[in-house]
Nanobody, 123 residues
């Protein structure tokens, strides 16, 4: 089982950038597609971005396409989310999670969610 720790969140002004990291334990990290999800106050958790096991394919929610970039380093068991041109509506807790390797890779695996990392974008 992969255990995950998200980091890199913070407070940033609109138009700014942040880079989130998700460090995974275990030797099976490269066996999983990985996704980023977010949950804003009072809203349901939503898909943000996903990357295939090899890193060769990526998928994005329409709301972040062109602004966010997902990447991974399998040698370091880490997945990243580079967030540029941030908007106040990007404010949320961000989570990483293994995802099913089918379709747009946006289906999370399992019921457990970590604590995530808070991103707050001020206007």
């Amino acid at each position: 089982q992969v255990q995950l720790v998200e980091s890199g969140g913070g407070l940033v002004q609109a138009g700014g950038s942040l880079r989130l990291s998700c460090a995974a334990s275990g030797r099976t990290f490269s066996s999983y597609a990985m996704g980023w999800f977010r949950q804003a106050p009072g809203k349901e958790r939503e898909f943000v971005a996903a990357i295939s096991r090899s890193g060769g394919s990526t998928y994005y929610a329409d709301s972040v396409k062109g602004r966010f970039t997902i990447s991974r380093d399998n040698a370091k068991n880490t997945v990243f989310l580079q967030m540029n041109s941030l908007k106040p509506e990007d404010t949320a807790v961000y989570y990483c999670k293994p995802t099913l390797s089918r379709g747009t890779l946006s289906t999370p695996i399992g019921d457990y969610w970590g604590v995530g990392t808070q991103v707050t974008v001020s206007s």
